[in-house]
């Protein structure tokens, strides 16, 4: 739900003069216009283009992006988004409740304890597979687990060869966000990528105590 979500950015006024402006690429396809206005009745014109963290992104007049903090909009403005980001209608068949947009792909975090493989299977049954992560774009889905203090698997390893980490699909990886001194390979036995609270990333053994879920993602686009 967008009021509880955890990554909080400085406020920003919705006055258009101390708007963000931003060059900014991949976002989602827009809503209808509308008028967006801040708790202290400050008012914008502009179309809804993605929501990040605790960050809505509008497409203003000429086609800049301008970004404000969701906490700063009215109440109104807060349950339309809650709204975008949680109809059902919007997501594509086999995506289910609860996964969030971001960047043409889905993602859903599951709490459900197992090792990295039986994750694996899980998320392919679920239709989707377990997250990767292509552009810095991407890595941006992991300010929503910020404040999180669980661990999380995702679908890194380098099981086939050390040192050589592919993603779930035998793409390699390119971007990553490796906690410092990781990946490390502790004892030889660590061939798995999971996401450490904060976001960053550690390698841990197939079966670590430590884990407590995965991250599912699925491609596609709102409907």
Not at 7 to 19: D, G, K, M, N, Q
Not at 82 to 91: A, L
Request: charge should be neutral; charged fraction near 30%.
């Amino acid at each position: 739900m967008i009021m509880t979500i955890p990554h909080r950015l400085p406020s920003l006024s919705l006055t258009c003069a101390v708007f963000l402006m931003l060059s900014f690429g991949g976002l989602a396809e827009e809503l209808s216009f509308r008028t967006w206005t801040n708790k202290k009745g400050n008012k914008v014109e502009g179309s809804l283009a993605e929501v990040v963290g605790g960050t809505a992104y509008l497409r203003l007049e000429g086609g800049k992006i301008g970004e404000v903090d969701i906490n700063d909009l009215s109440f109104d403005d807060q349950q339309y988004l809650k709204q975008w980001m949680m109809d059902p209608t919007k997501r594509p068949d086999g995506v289910p409740a609860g996964a969030w947009f971001h960047g043409g792909k889905w993602y859903r975090v599951v709490k459900e304890k197992m090792t990295w493989k039986e994750a694996e299977r899980k998320a392919r049954k679920m239709g989707g597979e377990l997250a990767r992560f292509e552009t810095e774009y991407d890595l941006e889905v992991l300010d929503l687990l910020a404040e999180s203090k669980q661990y999380f698997w995702i679908g890194a390893t380098d099981e086939a060869m050390e040192g050589k980490w592919t993603w779930t699909d035998g793409s390699p990886v390119k971007i990553s966000n490796w906690d410092k001194d990781q990946p490390s390979n502790g004892q030889n036995r660590e061939h798995f990528a999971s996401v450490r609270p904060g976001g960053k990333w550690n390698d841990v053994r197939i079966d670590s105590p430590s884990i407590t879920g995965f991250i599912v993602m699925w491609q596609g686009k709102r409907k």
